[in-house]
């Protein structure tokens, strides 16, 4: 169940203008979930990145909107699954994956983490943490886990695409974001993540001072 799909629209660039994309991926083999009990996990829903979308619900981070009934209902489900089965990974996965379409950072880093202590070595789930620590302001963090998950996978493309808007518009390096962007152009020339380096690239060349 590999999702390459567009999970936030990133609000507030502040670099010429640029618009660009942070991508999530949701691991898994091809199956849906491995627990009996499960409901199948919603479809990722568009969302924008914090302090763009009005009223976060309490406890949740600034920006984000109460999860819908399906949600919820997903949510406390897997809850159960992962309290009867605290070994079972896939179910802390897509436990983590509910908190992501959710709009819950938090809680997704932490069951993400739980995941992660099981099964270390995947690039998806290190990349879709990293997108949560970047929802949380965790910008040293998300950068660390979208290095981790270039280096498991240096085919990566999500992970570096990620990687370049964290450098581009929370930390403002624009060189490291360039180097990010850059690589993908070389491995995947014809891929979404390349057209949408391009553009982000072109953005980053016109907000420059001149």
Do not use: C
Not at 122 to 149: C, H, I, S, W
Not at 158 to 166: A, C, D, E, K, P
Not at 188 to 203: M, T
């Amino acid at each position: 169940m590999n999702r390459n799909i567009l999970l936030a629209l990133v609000g507030g660039l502040v670099v010429g203008g640029l618009i660009g994309y942070f991508i999530g991926v949701s691991s898994g083999s091809g199956s849906s979930m491995v627990v009996a009990a499960a409901v199948p996990a919603a479809p990722a829903t568009p969302g924008v990145m914090p302090g763009a979308m009005p009223g976060a619900a309490p406890g949740m981070a600034p920006g984000t909107m109460a999860p819908n009934a399906t949600q919820q209902q997903n949510v406390a489900t897997l809850e159960r699954v992962v309290l009867q089965e605290p070994g079972n990974r896939q179910a802390w996965v897509e436990l983590g994956n509910a908190y992501f379409d959710s709009s819950q950072p938090q809680k997704a880093v932490t069951a993400y983490a739980k995941a992660l202590a099981l099964k270390g070595d995947d690039p998806n789930v290190l990349t879709d943490q990293g997108v949560m620590f970047r929802d949380l302001g965790q910008f040293d963090k998300a950068v660390a886990n979208f290095e981790k998950a270039s280096k498991l996978d240096p085919k990566h493309l999500q992970s570096l695409f990620n990687l370049g808007i964290v450098y581009a518009n929370d930390l403002h390096k624009p060189d490291q974001a360039k180097a990010a962007w850059n690589r993908i152009l070389t491995l995947a020339p014809q891929s979404p993540q390349a057209e949408q380096a391009r553009q982000a690239l072109a953005s980053l060349k016109a907000g420059s001072p001149r």
